[in-house]
C-alpha cells in the first residue's frame, strides 16, 4: 500500500484528507508540526509528502529543501500563494495544490506525483529500444511554438538540434526548458540513443559526483552495490543538467574535467570510461550574474553555453497562450473523459490578463482543474482558482525598481479589465484609489 506523510496543522481538515485516502487505498500518516513531520520521515519509508506550506513551527519550503527530490512532495497553499508555491517547485515539489480542492484534484495530483520520474530519469526517454513508446512521448510532450516571441527560438531549435554543440536552456521555472531539452535530442542524430535527465538542483553536494559518474560497490558508505553514472548511462546520446546553476563549486570542477577530458572513472575505480555524450542543460537563473559573482566557474560557462536558447515567461508570449490552453483542454478532455469545446470570453479576458508566475506549467494545472470541476460544456470563470481573479499587487512591494514593469502591467491590466474605471481598477488591485492615482503618476502612464 502507498504509504503518504500528511503535513498540515488544521487538524480537522488533515483527518477529512486522511480519510478520504485511506478510502482510496492510500496509507496516511498526519503529523500537525513540522518537527514531528521530520521525525515521522526518519521513522517510516514514505512514496510522498504532502505538507501545507505554512506551518507554525516550520518553513514548508525548507522540509521541500531537506527533501531534495528524495521523495515527491506535493505542497498545498492558501488564497494567492502561487509564487510561493513555484518557489516550493524550484526547490524540488512536485506540484502545488490550491486551497480549497476538491478531493478529486488532490487524486490527481497525488497520481501524477506518484509516476513522476525521479531526480535522475534512467528512462531512455527515445531509445532504440524503445521506438514504439518515443511517438508517445513525443506526442505527449509536444512543443507548442506559434507566437512570435517563440518563432526565433524555434528556428534556433532546428539549426541547433542536429549540431553537437552544447546549448544552455535559459527560462523561468514552468517555461518548458525540460520539454526542449527533450526536442532538441528528438530532433539530433542521436535520437535513437539514450537522453538522461539529472536535476542538478535536487541532488545533495556529496552525492553529485556520484550521480554524474557512478560508483563502485563499497567505495563509501551507502555504496551498496555498483551504480552507473548518468555520463555513462548517456553514452551515444544526451545528458540534460537541469538548474545546473545550483551545482556546488566542487561539482562544477568535476563536470568540467569530465567535459574537457571525455573519459570518466566511477568513484573507487581506477579505469577509464571513453564517453561520447551531448550536453544540454538549463537554468532559471542568470548564470551570466553568478559568473560575474564568481558562484559559477567562467570556463564551465563557456562550454555548457556554445548555443543558447532564452525561453520567454507565457506573459510575453500571448500568441502562444491560446493555441497552449486549447492543447491542454483537449489532452485533459482525453484523460478525463469529457467534452468541453471551449472557454468563455470572460475566462479568456481572465488568462490574457492574469500575469501567470508559474507559467505553462500552472497553466496546465488551471485547465486540468478547470476541466475537472466544468460541468457544462464551457469553461466558465467559476471554475478558475481564485488567485486569478485577482492580481497579486500585494506582493509586489510598491516602489520597488526591479518590480516595476510588472507593477506597471499588472496596473494596465486592471485597468483594461475594468474599461479604465480607476475606483473599479484599485478595487481590483487591492490599493486605494489615490495609490493607484500615484502609480499611474509615477511610471507616467499615459492612459
Ligand atoms: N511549449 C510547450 N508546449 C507544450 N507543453 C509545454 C510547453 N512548454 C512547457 N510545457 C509543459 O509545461 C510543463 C512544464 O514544462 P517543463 O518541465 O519543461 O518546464 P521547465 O522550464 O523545465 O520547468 P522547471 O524549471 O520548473 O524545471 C510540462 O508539463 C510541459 O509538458
Known amino acids: 500500500m502507498t504509504k503518504i506523510l500528511i503535513i498540515e496543522d488544521d487538524t480537522s481538515f488533515a483527518q477529512m484528507l486522511q480519510k478520504f485516502l485511506a478510502r482510496n487505498s492510500y496509507d496516511v500518516v498526519l503529523s500537525h508540526t513540522g518537527l514531528d513531520g521530520e521525525k515521522q520521515l526518519k521513522e517510516h519509508d514514505f512514496q510522498l509528502v504532502i505538507t501545507d506550506l505554512r506551518l507554525p513551527d516550520y518553513d514548508g519550503i525548507k522540509l521541500v529543501s531537506n527533501l531534495k527530490g528524495e521523495i515527491p512532495v506535493i505542497v498545498m497553499t492558501g488564497y494567492a500563494e502561487v509564487s510561493t508555491a513555484v518557489k516550493a517547485m524550484k526547490m524540488g515539489a512536485y506540484d502545488y495544490i490550491s486551497k480549497p480542492f476538491t478531493p478529486d484534484q488532490m487524486l490527481l495530483v497525488i497520481d501524477g506525483a506518484l509516476n513522476s520520474k525521479p531526480v535522475v530519469s534512467r528512462e531512455p526517454v527515445y531509445s532504440k529500444e524503445k521506438v514504439e513508446g518515443a511517438k508517445e512521448a513525443t506526442t505527449s510532450q ?120 571525455r573519459k570518466i572513472k566511477r568513484i573507487g575505480s581506477n579505469s577509464e570510461i571513453q ?131 510588472f507593477e506597471k502591467e499588472q496596473i494596465v491590466n486592471a485597468l483594461k479589465r475594468t474599461n479604465y474605471n480607476k475606483s473599479k481598477a484599485a478595487k481590483l488591485l487591492q490599493v486605494t484609489r489615490k495609490t493607484l492615482y500615484n502609480r499611474i503618476n509615477y511610471y507616467d502612464l499615459d492612459l
Open 142 to 261: 509536444e512543443l507548442i511554438l506559434t507566437s512570435e516571441a517563440t518563432q526565433k527560438l524555434e528556428e534556433h531549435i532546428v539549426l541547433v538540434a542536429p549540431t553537437d554543440m552544447s546549448v544552455l536552456i535559459i527560462g523561468e521555472s514552468g517555461t518548458g526548458k525540460e520539454v526542449t531539452a527533450k526536442a532538441i535530442h528528438q530532433k539530433s542524430t542521436r535520437n535513437e540513443k539514450p537522453y538522461i535527465a539529472l536535476d542538478c538542483g535536487a541532488i545533495p553536494k556529496e552525492l553529485a559526483a556520484s550521480e554524474f559518474f557512478g560508483h563502485i560497490k563499497g567505495s563509501f558508505t551507502g555504496a551498496v552495490a555498483d551504480k552507473v553514472g548518468s555520463f555513462e548511462a548517456a553514452n551515444g546520446g544526451t545528458l540534460f543538467l537541469d538548474e545546473v546553476g545550483n551545482l556546488s563549486y566542487e561539482n562544477q570542477i568535476q563536470l568540467l574535467r569530465a567535459l574537457q577530458e
Open 275 to 405: 564517453v561520447d555524450v551531448r550536453i544540454l542543460s538549463a537554468t532559471n537563473e542568470d548564470l551570466k550574474a553568478a559568473v560575474e559573482k564568481g558562484t559559477f566557474r567562467e570556463d564551465l560557462y563557456h562550454r555548457l553555453n556554445e548555443f543558447s536558447l532564452q525561453i520567454p515567461a507565457l506573459k510575453n508570449r500571448h500568441g502562444d497562450l491560446s493555441v497552449l490552453a486549447s492543447h491542454f483542454l483537449s489532452k485533459f478532455n482525453e484523460k478525463l473523459n469529457k467534452q468541453i469545446v471551449d472557454f468563455s470570453a470572460e475566462v479568456w479576458d481572465i488568462f490574457n490578463a492574469y500575469h501567470w508566475p508559474g507559467n505553462i506549467r500552472e497553466l496546465q494545472n488551471v485547465i486540468q482543474r478547470a476541466v475537472l470541476l466544468s460541468t457544462t460544456d464551457k469553461v466558465e470563470a467559476k471554475v478558475l482558482p481564485s488567485e486569478l481573479m485577482s492580481p497579486v499587487l500585494e506582493t509586489v512591494e510598491l516602489g520597488s525598481l526591479s518590480k516595476a514593469d
